[in-house]
Each structure stands twice: as C-alpha cells, then as structure tokens.
C-alpha cells in the first residue's frame, strides 16, 4: 500500500502545491522562492528517506513568513494523508543530530494531537542568506504540527553558527519522523491503547 499524501493550498497570498511518499529514497524537488527554506526542505526530504516535491508560489515582495508558512501548513497536511490510519507504525521515535558546534534533539509522538514544544540559542543571526528569517523556524514546526497533528519536542542546547543550529534541526526532524513513521513487524494494528491515532 502506497504511503502517499498530495494537498494543494491556495488563499491570496500563496499557491502552494506539496506531494511526500513516505516510503520514497530522499529524493526532493522543491521550489518555493526561499533559498535557506528550500535547502532545509531537500534535508528533511534526504534524511527522512522521503519522496517531496513542493511547489509554492508566494507574496515574497512582502517578505517570506507568507511563503514558509502556508508550504509548512501543506507540508504537514501532506505527512499527514500520507500516514493514513497509522496502523502499524512504530508511532514514537528520537534522534540526535550534531552540525559542527551545534546539536539538536527532536522526539516525536505520532500521535494525532498536535503540539510543539521548541528551543534553540539566543541571540542567533536574524537572517541566514538573502531572506529566511531565523525566528520562523520555531513557526515552520508549529504550522507543520499543527496540520500533521503530532507531538513534537525540539531542543538545541547549543549552538553558535545560525545556518548549522537550524539545519541541525531540520536533519532530526528528519530522522525522528522517518523512524516514526516506519512500519514495525511486531505491531499488527493501531499503536495506541485507544485504538485510534
């Protein structure tokens, strides 16, 4: 069965078209407009072992917050179809992933409750390249959470460089979600005492 989710979006500030095969190889083919964005996107694609094209059209004459937004909130509706029941899952997953002087610890519940509880260094670059805003990372998750609906702790306990402490985050994120996600041979149903995800 085919793990596959696709969700177009479109209000009047972005177009956004997303597809993410949860069985795939980590092959990505993204474009939204957002250089930085687009190479955490190629990450969470190469460290995930899934297939995700996206397609996002956005205001960036305004700026990019519109653009990474609405592509996390498709994104996250995406994983989630993708998923289907959960029958089978492995449902909780962790992962570790340093970048030079930076780490980051992401654990994550398939849970179908959505929430997020983040933190990352203080003081961090306000921007890393032409136009991705560091303070959005933490709203790239929410917005991703919100329409996947799990449950997702992210901490950096250090870090100093902006680029590595938010690719850090993305790479286990990637990790986290792809153990997750992945079916376990010991459970033959709905990984939950409810019976339902």
Sequence with gaps: MSRIGRVERAT???KVRVEIDLDGTGVADVST????FDHMLDQLAK???FDITVRTEGDLHIDSHHTMEDTALALGAAFREALGDKRGIRRFADAK????????????DVSGRPYLVHSEPEGMAPIIGRDY???????????????ARVALHVHVP???NAH???EC????LARALRTATENDPRVSGIPSTKGAL
Excluded at 33 to 36: A, D, L, N, Y
Excluded at 100 to 106: K, P, Q, Y
Aim: zero cysteines; aromatic letters at 8%; hydrophobic letters at 45%.
């Design 164 to 166: 590595h402490i938010v």
């Design 158 to 160: 250090y870090g100093r």
């Design 47 to 49: 460290h995930g072992l």
């Design 97 to 108: 992933v340093p970048l030079d002087e930076a780490l980051a610890e992401v654990t994550v």
């Design 133 to 147: 805003d560091t303070t959005m990372t933490r709203h790239i998750l929410e917005s991703f959470v919100a329409q």
């Design 12 to 14: 009047k500030e972005t």
């Design 169 to 172: 985050q993305f790479k286990a």
């Design 33 to 36: 407009g957002v250089g930085f």
